[in-house]
Structure formats: C-alpha cells, structure tokens
C-alpha cells in the first residue's frame, strides 16, 4: 500500500512551494526603497530672479530724442530662463547653467524690457512702426557669470548695439564686467542685473552723440 507523501511546513513558517514568492517579494520591496530612496528626499527648491528696480536715469544724462527700440536678438541658448555660469579657471569652454536657480524670463526679454524703460525715461519711446524716428537695435552676445577661481566672480555682459534712420547710422560693441559680491548664483544675479544697467547707461550715451536729426 503506497502512502501519500506531505509537504511538511517549514520551520520558519513558509511551505517549499510559498517560500519563493514570499522571499521573492521582501527582495522587490526592499529594492523599491532602495530606489526610491531618493524620492523620498526633498529636492531644494527653485529660486528665480529678475535685475530688480529699474535704475532710472543719471542726474545730467543727455536726453535723447523720439526713437524705437526693435526687439532684443540673442543665441540661442538664452531663449530660456536659465542662469548660467561659467568657470573660466577650470572649463572655460563649458557653460553650464544652475540647478535650482533661474531667472523669471529669458535674459534678452530681460535685458530688452530694461533697455525700453531707460530709453524711456531719457526722451520718448514710440511704436516701431514709426520709421520717420531712429530705430535701435541690441543683439546680446554674452550674459553670463564668469568664475576666475572658487571664491571670486563677475557677471559679463556683452552687447552689440546698431542704430538705422534711413541707412547705418552706428554701430559698437560693449563689454561690462561687474564683480560679483559673493560667489555663488544669488551674486552673480546682483553683478549682472548691475551690469545690465551700466551697459545700456553706455549704449544710450553714445547713442546721444550720434547724428540723428
């Protein structure tokens, strides 16, 4: 007479046919925090940044007359809101943006709406349809922090600016390096939206001597 074999429980309290599942499933689930652990970690948040007040303009700058301003070009790596950064001691061919730091709009839209607001605090700023006026035309080449060490840095900013009424009437290129207060995202903000300022004071004084009548 044959006996019918039993599968006897295991000692540690799993049958040989559920253990594999049961082990199966204490390894996916210590892998998934494994993984996941960094999702449970909370991410540093997003600051983002505009040049500030606008700065007005200087006692004794010379008034300029009716003009318009065409809209601000740039490459195209400044279409985003990205604040970007450069370590000319270590890649200085590498140009990386922050993290977790940005600016609330690209910085030619930055830098195009600041350049109408001085414009129009030294004469009139008219419509560019009005091609009876001198027009002015800013092309942004550089806007960027630029590290020379680890402790020391400057917001660079570089511009060609071009001016037309019925033909050329102008054209320069301007470079401002303004020292940052600390070298980190939050002073190259502050190097560059004072550089901002002092590069389009620039712009329009020499605008002022041209021939525009």
Not at 11 to 37: D, K, N, Y
Not at 59 to 87: C, E, H, I, K
Not at 178 to 203: E, F, H, M, R, S
Request: charged letters at 20%; one cysteine or more; aromatic letters at 8%.
């Amino acid at each position: 007479m044959m006996r019918t074999a039993h599968l006897r429980p295991d000692r540690s309290g799993t049958s040989g046919v559920s253990g594999l599942p049961r082990r199966l499933a204490a390894g996916i689930a210590l892998a998934g925090l494994l993984l996941g652990g960094c999702a449970l970690t909370p991410s540093a948040p997003t600051v983002t940044y505009d040049l500030g007040p606008p700065a007005g303009a200087a006692p004794g700058a010379t008034p300029l007359p009716r003009m318009r301003v065409a809209q601000t070009d740039g490459p195209t790596w400044m279409d985003g809101n990205s604040l970007f950064y450069r370590l000319h001691y270590a890649q200085a061919e590498r140009l990386q943006p922050y993290a977790t730091q940005r600016w609330v709009m690209s910085p030619v839209r930055l830098f195009d709406d600041r350049l109408r607001e001085a414009v129009a605090s030294r004469g009139a700023l008219t419509w560019f349809g009005d091609t009876a006026t001198p027009a002015l035309k800013i092309d942004m080449l550089e806007f960027e922090q630029v590290f020379d060490s680890a402790s020391a840095s400057r917001g660079v900013i570089r511009v060609r600016a071009t001016v037309f009424r019925n033909g050329l009437r102008g054209q320069k290129t301007f470079v401002v390096a303004q020292p940052a207060p600390t070298a980190d995202g939050a002073g190259g903000v502050k190097a560059l939206a004072t550089g901002t300022d002092a590069a389009i004071a620039a712009i329009l004084d020499w605008v002022a001597t041209l021939p525009l009548q």
